[in-house]
């Protein structure tokens, strides 16, 4: 019903910058809030960020001043500006969507694909 398409991924070397996007599209009817999640090689899946409609913007703490979330509400798309990038930022990145349904009730949960971000020399 609901598809993100993650866009912006690459190979980059450390201090440069990267911007992922993301785009919701389908039986849309609002969206409560969007953000990046990552998962390293052997790691957990972590929080990276979240934005909401009104703007409400949260970061883990390892990429504060580093990574700035923003969004387009009437394109359904969330951005990430990656500035300054380390080794230790190397993931997949996945964009996550929490949103209401047309003609359904309750907030569900939707999941893009990954795209990969390397930080290496």
């Known amino acids: 019903q609901v598809q993100l398409v993650e866009s912006g991924g690459g190979l980059v070397q450390p201090g440069e910058s990267l911007t992922l996007s993301c785009a919701a599209a389908?039986?849309?009817?609002?969206?409560?809030?969007m953000g990046w999640y990552r998962q390293a090689p052997g790691k957990q899946r972590e929080l990276v960020a979240t934005?909401?409609?009104?703007?409400?913007?949260n970061y883990a703490d390892s990429v504060k001043g580093r990574f700035t979330i923003s969004r387009d509400n009437a394109k359904n798309t969330v951005f990430l500006q990656m500035n300054s990038l380390k080794p230790e930022d190397t993931a997949v990145y996945y964009c996550?969507?929490?949103?209401?349904?047309?003609?359904?009730?309750?907030?569900?949960?939707?999941w893009g694909q990954g795209t990969l971000v390397t930080v290496s020399e």
């Open positions: 996550n969507s929490n949103l209401w349904l047309k003609n359904e009730p309750g907030i569900v949960e939707y």
């Open positions: 389908g039986s849309i009817f609002s969206i409560y809030r």
């Open positions: 934005i909401t409609s009104g703007g409400s913007t």
